[in-house]
């Protein structure tokens, strides 16, 4: 039977590996959503315990599966009443994940592993090999997606037609801000073409799947290094896009990237799943730029390596 439900997606800016700082800072702005919005449902981004990005002190952010990222999550859910969602890298069994919980008013708690670190990213964690399929006692039968996975139709194929609702969210730096000359021109010209894949992505994601989206982004200025290059800054922001859409992928809500840090909310329908439109036989949803092919291919090998003959010696993770 169809029923209506208030959501609300946080769209944060946090701080580089200041993970105590973070979660104090998604303490407030969930709370602050709850009193604002009074939703059923809260999500906050992937990561949000620090952003992805090529950083020496990414090592260090790391917690336990079921530390404090996850007694934040789990506690403000029981506190509230509510359903709250986000995502944190959690170490398991001497590996990290990028592991993403749906907490329940009610104690239970489901979750999901990122399949495939983006890029620089595979330096820090390692993918995980669930479907990102939940059951909810609260909403029903639940997607979840974190990062890229929202932009690979690998992913839609396994929602599509399965689950109720999608949530998760993003972290998605854009290219170099702080170059000049013929690659700052380049940096420029890329930032606006990346807004303009990520821009349509949650809707796209939701025709494809059938069903409703709730995406939370992070925003704002971080500074990471090349990979490879660990002295070469690099200067860039957070695209935001938090966005709550339709099944048919029309935006109820939405915070781009000007908007910068807050949270936005919506009443979406659960019911049956119903795909609009078709799987199509290719890897990416948006037409991701040739630089960003290759850097995905190139940064993908480089980082796994590094990570796996950091873990030989025992250093993938700090503490």
């Not at 639940?142 to 992913?155: I, K």
């Not at 990979?227 to 922001?237: D, E, M, N, S």
């Not at 938090?242 to 840090?261: C, F, K, M, P, V």
Request: proline letters at 8%; a negative charge.
């Amino acid at each position: 039977m169809p029923r209506t439900i208030t959501v609300a997606a946080v769209q944060p800016a946090l701080q580089v590996a200041d993970v105590d700082n973070n979660l104090a800072r998604l303490d407030e702005l969930i709370r602050d959503a709850h009193r604002k919005h009074n939703p059923d449902v809260i999500i906050v981004p992937e990561a949000a315990s620090s952003p992805n990005v090529h950083h020496p002190a990414m090592r260090t952010v790391a917690r336990p599966e079921r530390g404090a990222p996850y007694e934040l999550l789990t506690g403000l859910a029981r506190e509230l009443g509510i359903v709250v969602g986000g995502g944190y890298l959690a170490e398991r069994d001497g590996d990290a994940y990028g592991h993403y919980v749906l907490a329940e008013p009610d104690g239970t708690v489901n979750s999901h592993d990122k399949d495939i670190p983006t890029m620089w990213e595979q330096n820090f964690y390692v993918g995980g090999n669930d479907d990102g399929v939940v059951d909810s006692p609260t909403l029903g039968s639940v997607g979840l997606a974190c990062g890229w996975e929202w932009a690979r139709y690998g992913t839609a194929a396994r929602l599509g037609g399965r689950v109720d609702v999608v949530l998760g969210g993003m972290c998605w730096p854009t290219t170099p801000q702080n170059w000049v000359g013929p690659f700052g021109w380049w940096g420029n010209r890329e930032h606006l073409q990346q807004i303009e894949l990520a821009r349509p992505l949650p809707g796209q994601v939701a025709r494809l799947v059938g069903a409703p989206v709730v995406h939370a982004s992070h925003v704002g200025p971080v500074t990471m290094y090349l990979p490879g290059l660990p002295k070469v800054p690099y200067r860039t922001t957070m695209l935001g896009e938090t966005q709550i859409t339709e099944r048919d992928g029309t935006i109820l809500a939405r915070l781009s990237e000007r908007d910068g840090e807050g949270h936005i909310a919506a009443t979406i329908e659960l019911a049956a799943p119903q795909p609009l439109d078709e799987i199509q036989d290719r890897y990416w949803i948006p037409d991701m730029t040739a630089s960003v092919r290759a850097t995905w291919d190139v940064a993908n090998l480089h980082g796994k390596v590094n990570y796996r003959l950091r873990k030989l010696v025992g250093t993938h993770i700090s503490r």
